[in-house]
């Protein structure tokens, strides 16, 4: 079953849309540093170099690599919500949701499939942007040292020190499109069409990401307990010391939403009168 689900979203055109859309993104980010990349670091680094004598290469493929994640922020749930968010609507809106409910098959394992299936494009996908984002992004610029721009603090991370950090940072990006997957197949439990919950799920996670980011105190007792909240909290890698802590509590929370995501599926999906 996992096969021809994955058979499914594979020979679909728009799949690799989402794929398309992440080297173009990317190669953009790419050219506009290759081409005024000096400007830009002069800029970021104006508070700082008449402070400090900041030596050696700074613009090298690991900072670049950290702009590219930082503006995809937004565009990567989308792209996972694209494929997500049809597994369950899609057949709904094909009128195969009810043949394929006759096989001798729980809907259980129908919605745990079709989740796994999402979970492994998603996973593609963060696969994909680690050798477009970073794999490339060494080759043009190079390697060094990686100064890492806070809002109060500089990060200087040393070169030998860096590798290991994106490693763990995309496995935990993995984690959070995990959960992206999981709203967004539980809003496709929900329709008779791919449109609703691909679109749910952005103005969720962009309503949520409002809440998130904004510092009033009307908005911190619930911040932390929103996904989008920890969604970022690959960010704390590229920390020093790594706040282990921090991260392992956000890793949690994800893992809890996804679990409460797909639960919830489940519960519904057994319960819902398929007419389509």
Same mark, same amino acid.
């Given at each position: 079953?996992?096969?021809?689900?994955?058979?499914?979203?594979?020979?679909?055109?728009?799949?690799?849309?989402?794929?398309?859309?992440?080297?173009?993104?990317?190669?953009?980010?790419?050219?506009?540093?290759?081409?005024?990349?000096?400007?830009?670091?002069?800029?970021?680094?104006?508070g700082?170099?008449?402070?400090?004598?900041i030596?050696?290469k700074?613009?090298?493929?690991?900072?670049v690599?950290?702009?590219?994640?930082?503006? &995809?922020l937004?565009?990567?749930?989308?792209?996972? /919500? @694209? %494929?997500?968010?049809?597994?369950?609507? #899609?057949?709904?809106? *094909?009128?195969?949701?009810?043949?394929l409910?006759?096989?001798?098959?729980s809907?259980?394992?129908?919605?745990?499939?079709?989740?796994?299936?999402s979970?492994?494009y998603a996973? &593609?996908?963060?696969?994909?942007?680690?050798?477009? /984002? @970073? %794999?490339?992004s060494?080759?043009?610029? #190079?390697?060094?040292? *990686?100064?890492?721009?806070?809002s109060?603090?500089?990060?200087?991370?040393?070169?030998?020190?860096?590798?290991?950090?994106?490693?763990?940072?995309?496995?935990?990006?993995?984690l959070?499109?995990?959960t992206?997957?999981?709203?967004?197949l @539980?809003?496709?439990?929900?329709?008779?069409?791919?449109?609703?919950?691909?679109?749910g799920?952005?103005?969720?996670?962009?309503?949520?990401?409002?809440?998130?980011?904004?510092?009033?105190?009307?908005?911190s007792?619930?911040?932390?307990?929103?996904?989008?909240?920890h969604?970022?909290g690959?960010?704390?890698?590229?920390d020093?010391?790594?706040?282990?802590r921090?991260?392992?509590?956000?890793?949690?929370v994800?893992?809890v939403?996804?679990?409460?995501?797909?639960?919830?599926?489940?519960?519904?999906?057994?319960?819902?009168?398929?007419q389509?």
């Amino acid at each position: 079953m996992l096969k021809l689900e994955l058979y499914k979203i594979f020979r679909r055109p728009r799949t690799y849309i989402s794929f398309g859309i992440i080297t173009a993104f990317a190669m953009v980010i790419q050219l506009a540093l290759l081409a005024d990349g000096k400007n830009f670091i002069s800029f970021a680094l104006m508070g700082v170099t008449e402070q400090f004598e900041i030596q050696g290469k700074i613009l090298n493929g690991y900072l670049v690599t950290y702009i590219i994640l930082q503006s &995809l922020l937004v565009q990567i749930p989308l792209l996972v /919500a @694209l %494929v997500a968010g049809d597994v369950l609507a #899609g057949e709904a809106g *094909m009128g195969t949701l009810r043949l394929l409910l006759t096989k001798p098959v729980s809907r259980t394992k129908v919605v745990l499939v079709k989740f796994t299936a999402s979970v492994c494009y998603a996973l &593609l996908l963060i696969t994909w942007l680690a050798v477009i /984002a @970073l %794999v490339m992004s060494v080759i043009v610029f #190079g390697t060094g040292d *990686m100064v890492n721009l806070k809002s109060d603090t500089v990060v200087i991370i040393l070169k030998d020190d860096i590798m290991w950090r994106y490693m763990a940072a995309f496995g935990f990006a993995a984690l959070a499109m995990t959960t992206v997957a999981s709203l967004s197949l @539980l809003l496709s439990a929900f329709a008779d069409n791919a449109i609703g919950p691909i679109m749910g799920t952005m103005g969720i996670i962009v309503v949520l990401m409002i809440f998130s980011t904004l510092d009033l105190p009307v908005f911190s007792v619930i911040r932390q307990y929103l996904f989008t909240t920890h969604m970022i909290g690959w960010k704390g890698f590229f920390d020093d010391p790594v706040p282990y802590r921090a991260i392992a509590n956000s890793a949690v929370v994800l893992a809890v939403y996804t679990i409460l995501f797909v639960g919830a599926t489940v519960v519904w999906f057994n319960k819902k009168d398929i007419q389509s």
